[in-house]
C-alpha cells in the first residue's frame, strides 16, 4: 500500500465531508481547506507499508486496514476535541499520565 500524502489529506477530508457534515462558514467542501507548502528538508514523499514480510515471519496479519485505521484516527479526534484544543493552546505539556506527570 503507498499513499502520497495528498492522498491521505484527501482521504481526511473524504472522512470528514461524511462524518462533519455542516462545514465552517465559507467552506464548500473539506479539500478547500488544504493549503500547499513548500516540502521540509527531508520531508516523506508518500507512505509505503509491505507487511508481508512480518506475515510470513511471524504470521501477524493488521487488525486494521488504511481505510479503517485513518476512519478510526479521525472519530478519535472528533470525539476527544478538549484534548486536541488544549495541545494547540499550549496549555496540555505533554505530560505522561502515571509517571507522576
Known amino acids: 500500500?503507498?499513499?502520497t500524502n495528498i492522498e491521505v489529506v484527501?482521504?481526511?477530508?473524504?472522512?470528514?465531508e461524511e462524518l462533519v457534515p455542516h462545514?465552517?462558514?465559507g467552506v464548500k467542501q473539506y479539500t478547500d481547506l488544504i493549503t500547499h507548502?513548500?516540502?521540509?528538508p527531508g520531508h516523506d514523499v508518500r507512505y509505503a507499508?509491505?507487511?508481508?514480510?512480518?506475515?510470513?515471519?511471524?504470521?501477524w496479519t493488521p487488525?486494521?486496514?488504511?481505510?479503517?485505521?485513518?476512519?478510526k484516527t479521525v472519530e478519535w479526534y472528533l470525539d476527544n476535541e478538549s484534548w486536541?484544543?488544549?495541545?494547540?493552546?499550549?496549555?496540555?505539556q505533554l505530560s505522561r499520565l502515571g509517571e507522576g506527570g
Do not use: H, N, T
Not at 484527501?10 to 470528514?16: G, P
Open 84 to 92: 486536541w484544543l488544549r495541545v494547540l493552546s499550549g496549555e496540555y
Open 10 to 16: 484527501k482521504a481526511i477530508c473524504e472522512l470528514l
Open 63 to 71: 487488525l486494521e486496514s488504511f481505510e479503517s485505521g485513518i476512519r
Open 37 to 40: 507548502v513548500s516540502d521540509r
Open 49 to 59: 507499508i509491505d507487511a508481508s514480510k512480518i506475515q510470513r515471519e511471524l504470521g
Open 23 to 25: 462545514k465552517p462558514l
Open 1 to 3: 500500500m503507498k499513499k
